[in-house]
């Protein structure tokens, strides 16, 4: 008795259900865990990103708080300066201040008027510079004094809150206490462009019409080599500009405490309103003429030494953009696309904004960490319930599957006789006892099935018979079906050639019945009145003169209707044998392969031409030649005459629905390759739509209504029985077709008729 081949022992290499079980439990807790740590991550995101962000928000607050409290000593110093100057200039408005003036004061031979160098001290003491042409008179002496007693009160009292404090009158006077930088006065070259830096600029009254302190841009000075940052206040008297007073911040000290006192993580930067960039910690404003701003176009890396990166630009603009369209009162705004957030605090003073900038990972961090002593603690928790659940599973459940294994092992081995334990009152005890009985039906069944395989060989044999009966009958059916197709594509061809045929034998009529046979008579007739007279007839009378030339006339005429008779009835003897060779080239078809011989094919496409001619002239078809100078080929004649007949007959109805004057024919021989030759019939007609260009060569598919779709199939399988192709290309419904039949220049492999 055989056995079947699933029958196998059991693989001691396959998981246990213990194991299985304590995989998919794994698997249910580990994603319980999964989900607990996911909830307790979001949890602590959400929280500690509340916190962050009020966190954030109470550090720009004060960071503001400090950062503008020199902005505001710089207004208050300012107010003070101001009031002591405008004192001043009233109570020296009478005193004569020649004297003093020059004996503190000396014209260089630049032009310039300067401190005295004898005995100053820069350090102690505010110095003057004067630019050349200035008209020094008694007023003018009087505010240059005055700026001086102002500068050397409050200079040095002011010394702990500001670097420096000046005064500069609208003449182009500087005085300047700048301990730091004693000799600035002294050494500052003649040509200096004092009124047109913005500290002065800034204070006109068109620039300022409400006369209140106003913060330059960072700037450059030359003659320290120092960037600085200016608060300058204007001063009028009697409604006219005549100084400007201020004091410089240090760029340097700006950015120390901008960028080097921050939140873990997080960067602070500076920008005006008008997006003049401040202070930020990646780009060297020192090395930027004019400073950088922000709302600038953007330029291009490289351009200019320290300029920002594109990406720095984006960055800076984003931030510009959340901070402008911000809630009025809003601290904090989410900076999506850059996963950060950032806060705003306004200095009071020169309203520039201070932004501490926040990446979201350094809040994500921390709930990361969170959520990963989480994840360790439920896998460690999962280990231990794991351990715990095998050695459950192993005692109850592992050891009795093994004696239900071995069992089968038996049953497959043929052994009914197991024996398993079947005391126990849970499951496996009934499993037990209903393997018992399984094991005894099987071998009842086996017996059963014994006895059936041998009944079911017979009829295997018998249905085995019956296939191939039907096999032999399939074969005749599909025998019968191509000679159906042969007689199909011949009489497709036939009547593509009788078609010319008739076109032919109807010109041939049409031609007999113009024949003026009538006339003939009409001459016997008058002969045979005058035919005892016929020589004074044909010399005298009228219509004798006319006759002689008339009969000329009228032989040469019937002489050229009989060569036209002649050269229709040659045509129609031509077509008749062509349809001779389509029936003989369909009957080969059927048995062997045609004999190939050496064919002109320029004569073949002119033999195509000339019988489609009726058919073309009828329809009004201008034909256009490019036939290039071909070797014979050696092919199939008459299969390359069917396939050329074919495709002008196509093209000649495809043009019907066009005017008459736009039918056009275009046949083209030439070289396609170096040994293949290339046929290329091109009409004007109604073209092929893109969804019938894959359909074209099948069987029985036409775009006629009184189309069949026999030519284009027959057609494309010549060309292949021939080793060539036949395709077609179409830019679609009313752009004309275009087929090409290609053919090997030499044949590979000659066949003979039998």
Known sequence: MRRSSLMQPPSHSRSTLARRTLIQMAVRIGVVIALTTLVSYLHILRTMRDESLEHLARHVEERGQREQAIFVLSEETHALIKKAFEERLQTTSQEDPTARFHSMFERRADGTIRTRPQGFDGTREPGVWITPGVKVDTGFQRRVLAAYDVMAQYGPAYRTRHINTFILLTEGVNVLYWPEVPNWTLDVGADYPLLSFEYFTLTRPQEDPLRQVTWTRSYKDDTSGKWLLSAVTPVDQDGQHVATLGNDVLVDELLSRTLIDHLPGAHNLIFRDDGQLVAHPEIKL????????????????????????????????????????????????????????????????????????????????????????????????????????????????????????????????????????????????????????????????????????????????????????????????????????????????????????????????????KMKLEHVGRVAHLLQEHQGQLTTFVTQDDRGRNLLPFLDKLGQNLLDERGDMLELLGDIGRYTEHIGDIVKVQQNHARMPRLQEAVGLTELVEDALRINEAGLSRHQVQVERQLAAIPPVLTDKHKVLMILVNLFSNAKYAMDPIPPEQRRLTVKLEHSAADRVRIEVRDTGVGIAPEQLTRIFQYGFTTRQSGHGFGLHSSAVAAQEMGGSLTVHSEGAGHGATFILELPLHSTGLTHAS
Do not use: C
């Open 286 to 513: 020192d090395s930027l003429t004019g400073g950088y701003n922000i709302l600038a176009p953007p330029q291009p890396e490289g351009s200019q030494p320290g300029h920002p990166t594109a990406e720095q630009q984006a960055h800076l603009r984003s931030i510009f953009e959340a901070v402008e369209r911000r809630e009025p009162g809003q601290t904090v705004v989410e900076l999506p696309e850059y996963h950060e957030y950032i806060a705003v605090a306004q200095l009071r003073g020169p309203g520039w904004n201070f932004v501490t900038v926040l990446p979201e990972s350094v809040v994500t961090s921390k709930a990361i960490e969170a959520a990963r002593y989480v994840l360790v603690f439920g896998l460690v928790s999962l280990l231990v319930e794991l351990l715990i659940m095998f050695w459950v599973l192993r005692d109850q459940l592992s050891r009795p599957l093994q004696a239900f294994t071995q069992a089968t092992a038996q049953v497959t081995a043929g052994d009914f006789g197991v024996s398993l334990e079947t005391s126990r009152q849970d499951e496996l005890g009934q499993l037990a006892r209903s393997f018992e009985r399984m094991a005894q039906e099987v071998r009842q069944r086996e017996e059963a099935l014994r006895q059936a395989n041998e009944g079911l060989e017979q009829r295997v044999e018998e249905r085995t018979r019956e296939l191939k009966e039907v096999h032999q009958q399939l074969l005749q059916t599909a025998r019968q079906a191509g000679m159906a197709e042969i007689a199909t594509n011949v009489l497709h061809n036939v009547g593509n050639v009788l078609n010319s045929v008739y076109t032919a034998a109807q010109l041939a009529r049409e031609r007999m019945l």
